[in-house]
Structures are given as C-alpha cells and as structure tokens.
Antibody, heavy 122, light 107 residues
C-alpha cells in the first residue's frame, strides 16, 4: 500500500517561499497509474486543491494559486515537491500530499499523507 | 469553477440511526464525485468515488448515490467511529473542488 509523508519547515516568513517535499513509499512515483498532488486546509476550514503532477512532469494547478505555485517531481528520490511563493498569513494551513488514480479528466485523492502544519509569521 | 455545496453544515444523529448528507454541484459533474471522511487531527480518508463505488476497506453501511448535480452519502446505522466531518469533491475536470463539509455529531 502506498504511503506518503510530507516534510519541510513549519514556519515561513511573510513574502518568502514555502517549500515542502512528499516522499512516497510502497510504490514508485514513476507509476503510470497515478498523479501526485497537494491539498491544503487552513485551521478550522475546508479543503483546497493546490495542484497535481504526473511523473512525466505534466502539471495541473488551481488557477487561484497558479501564479505562485510550482510542483515538481524527482523520480530518483521517489519524491515530489511544492513551492509556494510570496506567502502571507492566508497561506497558513495544514498541507497534505496525496496520490490520485489516473483518469480521463480530473480524479480523486486515493491515499493521503498525514499532513504538515505550515504557519506564515514573522 | 464548479462550486460544491454541502448540506446541512451540521447533522446531529444518535448512534444506530441513519444519516443522510447532501452535496450539490453548480453544474453537472456526471458521476465524477468522491466523498471523504475526516476525523480531528487526521487526514481525510476516501470513502466513495464514482458517486457510488466504495473505496477499499470501507464498510457497507456507507453508500453513495446521485449523478449530475445532486448527490447523497448515506450512513445506514451510525457507529461511534463515524462521527466526523464529511467532504464531497468533484473531478469532472482538472479544477478539483471540494464542498464545505458536513459535520456529523452525536445527538
């Protein structure tokens, strides 16, 4: 069974870049069966999809965040990463990584990491 | 963007009773609808995809129905471990969106 684990700083200063990595175990990130994605959840609020990537590097981003988001994949390390630039307090959230089964159009989130809280504060 | 609206925001149910949760899409998503359960301090867990297919290991008391714009998640007989927040998510295109959630609490 796939397992995902987020890692990265828990505190980021305003205007700086948030960087997180998701390490995949129990399977290959180069599998043709999955996309890999990031979702976030502000404290006490709902879920927001940030973006997704295929092992080939093809990406899909939420238009509301697209100008600030970069998602990349490192097949040699079985990891994928999130960078969110110019952060503000509104970006404070629990960030989850997840895998998404390949489908014709969009798809759903099958396995999730445990999540990591990132606080934006000076 | 397809807006997902869940109702009610909070549902108070006694253990053993049936719970019915609703999710409405602002435009048709066909059957491209998933349901998740989230307990405090935990990641969401996939319950249902394709509007009605239970994910691996999900008990039969969870069932999903609907297509187009109206969807329902039914929990036939609530167990203590089922009290949680439930989210719907549409995946009709690559702008994936979630509903605001329904909290199922003990009555």
């Amino acid at each position: 069974q796939l397992q995902l684990q987020e890692s990265g700083p828990g505190l980021v200063k305003p205007s700086e870049t948030l960087s997180l990595t998701c390490t995949v175990s129990g399977g290959s990130i180069s599998s043709s069966s999955y996309y890999w994605g990031w979702i976030r959840q502000p404290p006490g609020k709902g879920l927001e999809w940030i973006g997704s990537i295929y092992y080939s590097g093809s990406t899909y981003y939420n238009p509301s965040l697209k100008s600030r988001v970069t998602i990349s994949v490192d097949t040699s390390k079985n990891q994928f990463s999130l960078k969110l630039s110019s952060v503000t307090a509104a970006d404070t959230a629990v960030y989850y990584c997840a895998c998404l089964p390949v489908a014709v159009a969009g798809t759903f989130f099958d396995y999730w990491g445990q999540g990591t809280l990132v606080t934006v504060s000076s | 963007e397809i807006v997902m609206t869940q109702s009610p925001a909070t549902l108070s149910v006694s253990p053993g009773e049936r719970a019915t949760l609703s999710c409405r899409a602002s435009q048709s998503v066909s059957s491209n609808l998933a349901w998740y359960q989230q307990k405090p301090g935990q990641a969401p867990r996939l319950l249902i995809y394709g509007a009605s297919t239970r994910a691996t290991g999900i008990p039969a008391r969870f069932s999903g129905s609907g297509s187009g714009t109206e969807f329902t998640l039914t929990i036939s007989s609530l167990q203590s471990e089922d009290f949680a927040v439930y989210y719907c998510q549409q995946y009709n295109n690559w702008l994936l969106t979630f509903g605001g959630g329904t909290k199922v609490e003990i009555k």
